[in-house]
């Protein structure tokens, strides 16, 4: 299993506005192939936003983080800032 961990910058005010566009994307993002699961965290106050990706396999987390991410559409008011992909060695 790889997580892919996604960060970007949510300019202040547009929160509730990104948030509601991920919940209208989440329908899409479960038809990604080998995507196990999803955790996006609560934006900072400095407007930083994170989110783990739980993929089966090392080339679906590349995948994504190297085609997906950076081709697909910006929420309103955020900015992609990078994804990395990591082995997940432990997990309960």
Known sequence: MHALLVTADVEPGHEEEGLR?????????QQIPGLLSGYWLATTKDGESLAIVLFENEASAQEMAQVGLPNAPQPPGATFRGAEVREV???I
Do not use: D, E, F, G
């Open 21 to 29: 566009y991920l919940r209208a994307m989440l329908p899409q993002l």
């Open 89 to 91: 060695v432990a997990h």
